[in-house]
């Protein structure tokens, strides 16, 4: 399942590395969030919101999902 953020980098067109590169991060963070392995720190969350234009709880809904 392709998470709201590489739905959000493919409309954009962006790989991985140019997505990286804006937000000042490696390809390989890029990837872990993605995948679900990693979790941004919070001053990244809102960087990621501020690129994309879409409330960080949209994007990373199950960080933000505590209601399991």
């Known amino acids: 399942m392709a998470t709201k953020l590489k ?3 493919a ?3 962006l790989t991985q590395e140019e997505l990286a590169s804006a937000l000042g991060t490696t390809q390989k963070v890029i990837s ?5 392995n990693a979790t941004p ?3 990244m969350m809102q960087k990621v919101e501020d ?3 879409v409330p960080k709880e949209e994007i990373f809904f199950t960080a933000f999902n505590y209601s399991n």
């Open 32 to 36: 872990s969030w993605e995948t679900g």
């Open 41 to 43: 720190r919070p001053a």
């Open 51 to 53: 690129y994309f234009k």
């Open 11 to 13: 409309e954009h067109d």
């Open 7 to 9: 739905v959000l980098r």
